[in-house]
């Protein structure tokens, strides 16, 4: 009896030490590592993008100690492929957002261009196969606000020469033809320009994302694409109620499209609790301090806060968000929208992260927790990606 405690001891203490050398703080079943490793991962929102702009000490190809997304963290989280985010606050305007935007497209263009052996730039489902079959990351963009565009559809056209495969119509302000979830409604939703600019996306077999617009943009985004549309990183209101999340009426009617939300691992669009609580002074004052060191730098901010808001969590000082609350927001929107409907958008590098998914490498966790919860290996495959290929394919074979 004693050695059989003291075997079975022992190999715990070996499982613990093989998860610590992977990253991972909790072992995942070989079977869930093995459906991870079969299955085509994508991640529709990483902010990563922004880091490579501000630091330029940051090395794509090195395993960091900050933030959520490198070659190597990716590698071992199986994740295949990603979208780059293009991003830039929308009081960005006009000529100036469009030089930015195209400093970003190339900096991503760069990272790839430098990494032939790792990367492989995506401009279609069929890429991200590819890539797959090659054994490489596919490296998509994404433009995270319609600001960019310069109400220019001519503008646009380049972008998606250039690659970039969806555009989020608005980020957190009002563009000049679309309402934002984040601002005063001042268009009642899209204005003609905005419909002119959802059939152009349409057109030029580019994905419509409605994260960050207003609910009564997305109902006119519905009333006019004739492709599904996306949600690339957004949550559930139902159990977080923030307006950039979505609410039940909405995800059932994205599913009616026929589109996919990519639920957010935020902490604050996971948790109600999280997102309404107020730091401590001592907390704020380590955050406030980051800020300050950080300047205009968004991404510097948020890598530094991140490690602050976690340890306030685990200390008690603020509510503990864990990573199982993706699969909570995941199970909810299967619910409502069906297991066809919902993907993964993380945020990685842009928002603040739960307790247990504080990186890339920590994905097949995600795939463990679906299957303990009973979803069968088809649908786990479809939510971890096949179901933004459909979505994509579908986009595509409407180009003209
Ligand atoms: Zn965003």
């Known amino acids: 009896m004693k050695r059989a405690v003291t075997t079975l001891l022992a190999l715990v203490a070996a499982s613990t030490l093989v998860a610590q050398q992977a990253g991972q703080d909790e072992v995942v079943p070989p079977r869930a590592r093995d459906l991870h490793t079969r299955a085509i991962v994508i991640d529709t929102h990483d902010d990563t993008t922004q880091r490579m702009m501000s630091d330029p000490s940051f090395d794509l190809g090195a ?17 295949d492929a990603l979208f780059f985010s293009i991003y830039m606050p929308g009081t960005v305007t006009g000529a100036q957002a469009v030089k930015r935007a195209l400093q970003q497209i190339d900096k991503v263009r760069e990272a790839v ?32 606000g319609g600001h960019m565009i310069d109400a220019d559809l001519g503008v646009l056209r380049q972008y998606a020469a250039l690659g970039v495969r969806y555009v989020t119509l608005t980020h957190s302000r009002n563009t000049a033809w679309a309402d934002s979830s984040g601002d005063t409604p001042a268009h ?77 691992f935020n902490a604050a669009f996971l948790s109600e609790a999280f997102r309404t609580a107020k730091p401590p002074p001592v907390v704020q004052a380590r955050l406030d301090a980051a800020t300050r060191r950080c300047g205009e730098d968004e991404v ?34 299967v619910k409502l929208a069906g297991v066809d409907h919902v993907g993964l958008g993380s945020d990685f590098d842009g928002s603040i992260m739960p307790l247990g998914l504080e990186d890339a490498s920590k994905l097949p966790k995600i795939t463990g927790e679906l299957l303990r919860r009973g979803y069968s290996e088809p649908d786990v495959m479809k939510i971890l990606g096949g179901n933004l290929l459909r979505v994509m394919e579908q986009t595509e074979v409407r180009r003209q």
Request: charged share 25%.
């Open 63 to 79: 395993r960091g100690g900050t933030g959520s997304i490198d070659i190597p963290r990716m590698r071992e989280g199986g994740l």
């Open 113 to 144: 261009r430098a990494r032939p052996r790792e990367l492989l730039l995506a401009a279609s489902a069929a890429d991200i196969r590819r890539a797959v079959a090659e054994r490489k990351i596919a490296a998509l963009m994404g433009m995270e």
């Open 188 to 264: 009642n939703g899209l204005t003609p320009f905005g419909r002119d600019v959802v059939r152009e996306l349409n057109r030029l077999g580019v994905m419509v994302d409605i994260s960050h617009t207003s609910d009564k943009t997305f109902y006119d985004v519905l009333a006019v694409t004739t492709a599904p549309v996306i949600a690339s990183h957004s949550s559930c209101r139902a159990i977080s109620n923030s307006p950039r999340n979505m609410s039940d009426d909405m995800l059932r009617a994205l599913a009616r499209n026929g589109g996919v939300v990519m639920i957010n």
């Open 300 to 333: 510097c901010a948020i890598l530094d806060w991140g490690p602050i808001y976690r340890e306030a969590m685990r200390s008690g000082q603020l509510p503990a968000v864990t990573w199982t609350e993706i699969v909570d927001h995941i199970d909810h929107a």
